[in-house]
């Protein structure tokens, strides 16, 4: 099994900036596409940022130039940058992932619990 952990949300104030980070663990053989995704309430959860394992991004266009996701692929992480945050980006923010655990295995997508965001003065 595999399991992604978020870390890194919290309280900011309007033009902060946030570090966001996920961690893999368990039976891990490959992890192809990561992502980061945000659901606000009342709002049907969207993608924000992904990134493939050879490093090619894209990001929604309401956080482009704002934000950038990155990975360390050896070690299982991906993350986000956020800068200059607005109210409108407070949201539960989850990371993902399309996992391998064997070399014969198909890509599992697999989700974290979500951390959350509050951009609030």
């Known amino acids: 099994q595999v399991q992604l952990v978020e870390s890194g949300g919290g309280l900011v104030q309007p033009g902060g900036s946030l570090r966001l980070s996920c961690a893999a663990s368990?039976?891990?053989?490959?992890?192809?596409?990561m992502g980061w995704y945000r659901q606000a309430p009342g709002k049907q959860r969207e993608l924000v940022a992904g990134?493939?394992?050879?490093?090619?991004?894209n990001y929604a266009d309401s956080v482009k130039g704002l934000s950038t996701i990155s990975r360390d692929s050896p070690k299982n992480m991906v993350y986000l940058q956020m800068n200059n945050l607005k109210p409108k980006d407070t949201a539960l923010y989850y990371c993902?992932?399309?996992?391998?655990?064997?070399?014969?295995?198909?890509?599992?997508?697999?989700w974290g619990q979500g951390t959350l965001v509050t951009v609030s003065s």
């Open positions: 993902n992932a399309e996992v391998q655990s064997t070399v014969l295995s198909r890509n599992l997508e697999v």
């Open positions: 368990g039976i891990i053989f490959r992890i192809n596409t």
């Open positions: 990134i493939t394992r050879g490093g090619i991004t």
